[in-house]
C-alpha cells in the first residue's frame, strides 16, 4: 500500500467515526513534544490515530 493510500484510509477512518477534534488535537500536543520531531506526515499520523483509539505506546509490549 502506497503512503497516499493509507493516509487517505486513516482520513477517511477520522472522518467516518467523528474523530476529527480528537486527532486534531493529538497531532497538535504532539507538534510540541520532541520525540515526534523525526517521523513523517504518515508516521505521525499513525500514531495520532493510534492514540485517540486508546492505545498507550507505554503499555505495549516491547519489541526484542
Do not use: C
Amino acid at each position: 500500500m502506497s503512503l497516499e493510500d493509507s493516509m487517505m484510509d486513516m482520513y477517511n477512518e477520522v472522518r467516518d467515526k467523528g474523530l476529527q477534534n480528537k486527532f486534531d488535537a493529538q497531532l497538535e500536543k504532539m507538534r510540541s513534544q520532541d520525540k515526534h520531531d523525526h517521523k513523517t506526515a504518515n508516521e505521525k499520523w499513525d500514531y495520532a490515530l493510534r492514540r485517540i483509539q486508546g492505545w498507550n505506546p507505554n503499555k505495549s509490549e516491547k519489541k526484542l
